[in-house]
Every structure is written in structure tokens, then in C-alpha cells.
């Protein structure tokens, strides 16, 4: 049997705040556990999407170093270098986050800078390293989609967890305190009901009692 709450009163009163209570603690464990369902579903569209995501990263990553790698051998490392040095910053990355069944997830995307004319000059580069330069432009958009739904799945997995936890306590613990004590508090409304019932009986028999002794006192002084 679960602890009672801490300072219930054996009241009619007090019974029916605690019936009422019980009644909003089961509403809000429903909306809890409709909620804890709806992250759950969240959690799990989210590691299908990182699945996604990350085959495609290590695909696009793959591609894009091969490139490089056959655009040094056609170039030679230091021209390679020297290319690199002179390429412009393109990325900028846009953070937000949007509002997911009262969770904030991060949200990210990249926005590619126009070009201001050629990135590199087209003397002593290969059209290797255009093919890497394009292939490196969409595996940075995909990385950092990919940060950012592993920084959501992160955040509803701590919401989850939150989620669970009072899930469990109205489950486990507060709810069944609550009927504990209102079965407490009907058993000593029950009791002192019966206690009531026999001392009413007790009196009613005593008055009974008296009412016959005043009635055999007062026949004999009538016969008199």
C-alpha cells in the first residue's frame, strides 16, 4: 500500500478535494503520455533522417576528396595551396530554432554567397578541382543539416527522458498516494459513520429505557 499525503484530514471536504485532485492528476498523466507518444515519433522521424543524412555525407565527402585528390595530382600540392589561399568565403550558416511539441529544436542551413567573378584564376587549376569545389559546396550544406537534426534528436531525447520521469511519478507515485489516502480517508469516514450509528442506538435505547421506567413509575401513582 503506497504512503498517504502528509496532513490529510479525515474530512468529507478533504475527500472530495483529493477525489477532484486524482481526477487532474489522471488527465494530466494522459496528456503527458499523448505527449511523451508525439516525441517519441519526433525522435524517431529524426534518426531516420540522420540516417539519411549521414549516408550522404560520407558519400558526397568520399566524391568530394577523391576529387581533390586527383586535381593535386594534375596540379601539384603547392598550386593546390596556393589555389586554396585565394578562394573567397561563400558559407554563411543561419541558426534558429522552431518549436516541436514545447521543445525548441535547432534548426540550420547554409547560404551560399554569390561569387564575386571567378573563385580561382583558371590558369594552372583543372576542371578536377571545379568538380571538387562543387561536390565540397553541397557536402558543407549537408553537414551542417546533419549538426543540426543530431542537435534536435538530442534535445528530444532529453525531452523524453523529462517527459518519462513525471510519466512514472503521477504513475507510480502520486496517483496511487492520492488513492491511498482517499481510501483512508473512507475508511475513517466509514468508522466514524458506525461509530455514530451505535452511539445513536445506544442513546435512542437509553431514552427508550428511561421513557418505559417513567411509564411503569407512573402507573402505580395514577392508581393511587
Known amino acids: 500500500m503506497s504512503e498517504i499525503i502528509a496532513g490529510a484530514r479525515p474530512t468529507r471536504m478533504e ?3 483529493l477525489r477532484r485532485r486524482r481526477r487532474l492528476a489522471e488527465r494530466g498523466g494522459d496528456l503527458l503520455q499523448e505527449k511523451l507518444d508525439a516525441l517519441m515519433i519526433e525522435f524517431f522521424q529524426f534518426a531516420r533522417e540522420i540516417t539519411a543524412l549521414r549516408a550522404k555525407a560520407q558519400d558526397l565527402l568520399a566524391q568530394t576528396y577523391l576529387k581533390f585528390i586527383e586535381a593535386q595530382m594534375l596540379m601539384g600540392f603547392q598550386r593546390m595551396e596556393e589555389t586554396a589561399l585565394t578562394v573567397q568565403d561563400r558559407f554563411e550558416v543561419e541558426a534558429s530554432t522552431r518549436n516541436v511539441i514545447g521543445v525548441s529544436i535547432p534548426y540550420a542551413q547554409v547560404k551560399v554567397k554569390p561569387l564575386e567573378g571567378y573563385p580561382y584564376s583558371m590558369l594552372g587549376t583543372s576542371a ?3 568538380e571538387a569545389v562543387a561536390l ?5 550544406k549537408n ?3 546533419l549538426s543540426a537534426a543530431e542537435a ?5 531525447a ?5 517527459t518519462k520521469r513525471r510519466v512514472n511519478s503521477l504513475e507510480y507515485i502520486v496517483i496511487p498516494r492520492i488513492q491511498s489516502t482517499i481510501r483512508y480517508i473512507e475508511m475513517s469516514l466509514q468508522e466514524r459513520a458506525r461509530e455514530d450509528f451505535f452511539r445513536l442506538k445506544r ?3 437509553r431514552l427508550e429505557a428511561e421513557e418505559e421506567e417513567l411509564q411503569v413509575q407512573t402507573v402505580p401513582a395514577l392508581a393511587s
Not at 532529453?158 to 523529462?162: G, L, N, T, Y
Open 143 to 145: 553537414v551542417v543539416e
Open 152 to 156: 534536435a534528436i538530442r534535445r528530444l
Open 203 to 205: 442513546i435512542k435505547q
Open 15 to 17: 475527500l472530495i478535494a
Open 128 to 130: 578536377k578541382l571545379d
Open 158 to 162: 532529453e525531452a523524453i527522458a523529462a
Open 136 to 140: 565540397m559546396v553541397e557536402a558543407v
